[in-house]
């Protein structure tokens, strides 16, 4: 049995930028190389191939015989990274399956160096290996291939009496209102308190605080001020939460990852950690970057030491805190691992924009003065530019038609001005945000009648509108980009994200439609008249005292006809009454 491992304690030194730090160049890593072991922390930039090499090492693991498919876990930190990376894996082994099959055959083996590693070894070798992966493929629906919540949930079920996890308890996805409730009530305690300066929050406010806190129930609080208040009442909400959950014999999503590390980092119960290393002889923790000490804390009680333990990411990300990641935990990472590398060429962007990158964060250091995080330069995969402006780059610039035009390296912006704006000027953010828009709006315009790209095997084509993308950082600002870039009559923007198509505004639209027919009370029938399937104006309906009875009647024939026509006859009255279609299709 391993050794107990010391309780986490990061470092919370603030990070602070490094003069004259140049970056390290990181040993690059190759696929084709001895596998890793022990913990193996590999810096992966965006487009160097992270996921590729995510499925190409799950696959020698397999092949070469270290673990079997269900031996092997796989980690992300999306819903939607879990998919992808399941359909990666299944199609990379099914890509080396034909490989060694062809090498057995005496047939040529795919250009692919992975492939030529795994297929270059005695006929005996290669059969072996052709038989594990065929095993795998037969098995890749027992493959653990999850998020770090989906695997703690698993590992509760699966080590039983061993952990910290009773089974009777329900899983609740969303607890808002129990904490909700829990502000609620601790609000009226704190506002008969007049020495409390949170008596002085409106409700909203303590609301959203306290709220934060209960779903952030790792990150202590502090007051600058020496004011105790908070950190008692936020301690005060956590224990009160904690309560009501055990009495209501429910839990969520955080309470998942607390039990399974208090299951793991608890010295009586070293024999659950031994059961996961035993299950997962090699672990891949994709976007590792994305770790909260409390998952780190899970990791490294269940693998560090024990199991192969290679953590795939990128450290500049861990500086934004996406899905709570904290910069320290990958410091502990990097401080407890075996060997660090690095992904050394980007497959993704152009030389151009590489050399940029690498420039930018060539003296920068993200992690602390003590233990520096820094941004190795890597290589470009597509030398020069695949984007060509042509002309003078101005907008409807002659020969973009031409087969063989003139063209020019664009600079980093296209056609962008760059302005110095004085601090005394600020605009607002309304305002700014507008001039972005209209910026964005007239490079891209710019771009599409000006630019030409290279694409695979050389040809070279108009720029198209999909060959753009815009990366914002929230649905509602992509869905204003959309807008500004439709009214500008640039085509094909599309919105795509994770928002609810319940939270758009034509399922708002659907469901006063669908109240009315549920109870036409006036101002249901207002709320109606004014909405966009019907689009009546305030001022024609006090113009005409007929239009809100005529639409009553229509909406109460089209009503007792629902039974039997459905939504498509609430959509045909609409269309014959209220010119619907031809409305709709002429908004943006």
Not at 209 to 236: M, R
Not at 286 to 300: A, G, M, S, Y
Not at 378 to 387: I, P
Not at 428 to 455: E, F, G, H, W
Request: with cysteine; net charge negative; hydrophobic share 45%.
């Amino acid at each position: 049995m391993s050794e107990p491992i010391p309780p986490f304690a990061p470092y919370r030194t603030p990070l602070e930028p490094a003069s004259n730090f140049a970056a390290a160049r990181v040993t690059p890593f190759d696929l084709t190389g001895p596998l890793p072991s022990g913990t193996v922390v590999l810096q992966a930039s965006a487009g160097t191939g992270k996921t590729y090499a995510l499925a190409a090492l799950a696959t020698r693991y397999i092949a070469e015989g270290v673990t079997t498919l269900p031996g092997l876990l796989l980690v992300t930190f999306t819903h939607i990274a879990t998919g992808e990376l399941r359909s990666r894996v299944y199609d990379r082994l099914l890509q080396c399956h034909s490989a060694l099959s062809a090498a057995l055959h005496d047939e040529t083996v795919p250009d692919n160096a992975v492939d030529k590693l795994l297929a270059t070894a005695a006929p005996a070798i290669v059969s072996e290996r052709l038989q594990r992966v065929t095993e795998a493929l037969a098995s890749i629906d027992l493959a653990t291939i999850a998020t770090i919540h989906q695997f703690a949930g698993q590992m509760l079920t699966e080590l039983g009496a061993l952990a910290a996890h009773d089974a009777f308890d329900q899983f609740v996805e969303d607890l808002t209102d129990l904490k909700h409730q829990v502000a609620a009530d601790l609000y009226l305690e704190v506002a008969s308190q007049p020495q409390n300066h949170l008596a002085q929050l409106p409700y909203p406010e303590f609301q959203h605080l306290i709220t934060q806190a209960l779903e952030n129930n790792t990150v202590a609080l502090t007051a600058s001020d020496g004011n105790t208040a908070l950190q008692a009442t936020v301690a005060q909400a956590r224990s009160e939460y904690r309560r009501r959950k055990a009495a209501l014999r429910v839990y969520g999503f955080n309470d998942i990852m607390e039990r399974l590390r208090q299951t793991l980092s608890e010295p009586d119960t070293q024999r659950a950690a031994d059961t996961l290393a035993r299950r997962f002889p090699v672990v891949l923790v994709d976007e590792f970057q994305d770790t909260d000490p409390e998952q780190w804390d899970i990791l490294r009680h269940a693998f560090l030491g024990r199991s192969t333990l290679v953590l795939i990411g990128d450290p500049k990300q861990a500086i934004y805190r996406f899905r709570g990641a904290d910069v320290f935990a990958y410091l502990e990472a990097v401080r407890a691992a075996d060997a660090e590398y690095t992904l050394p060429t980007n497959y993704r962007a152009d030389a151009p924009l590489v050399a940029a990158v690498s420039e930018l964060f060539a003296t920068a250091n993200l992690g602390t003065p003590e233990q520096p995080i820094t941004v190795p330069p890597v290589d470009a995969y597509h030398a020069g530019s695949r984007l060509r402006t042509v002309g003078d780059g101005a907008p409807g610039a002659a020969g973009v038609g031409d087969d063989t035009p003139t063209v020019a390296e664009p600079p980093l912006l296209p056609a962008a001005e760059i302005r110095v704006i004085d601090a005394s000027q600020a605009l607002p953010v309304t305002a700014a945000r507008k001039r972005i828009d209209n910026d964005l709006c007239r490079v891209t315009a710019q771009l599409l009648a000006n630019s030409r790209l290279i694409r695979a095997g050389g040809i070279t084509t108009q720029l198209r509108p999909d060959d753009i993308a815009v990366l914002v950082s929230r649905n509602r600002r992509a869905e204003e980009i959309r807008d500004a870039l439709t009214s500008a009559g640039i085509p094909a923007a599309i919105v795509s994200g994770a928002r609810s198509v319940l939270l758009s505004d034509a399922a708002a639209a659907w469901l006063t439609l669908l109240e009315a027919v549920a109870d036409a009370t006036p101002t249901r029938v207002s709320r109606l008249a004014l909405g966009p399937l019907v689009a009546l104006s305030a001022a024609a309906i006090a113009a005409d005292a007929d239009l809100l009875p005529s639409l009553r009647a229509g909406l109460a024939a089209a009503t007792s006809s629902f039974p039997s026509s459905g939504a498509n006859g609430l959509l045909e009255w609409l269309r014959t009454d209220y010119d619907l279609t031809p409305r709709i299709m002429s908004l943006p």
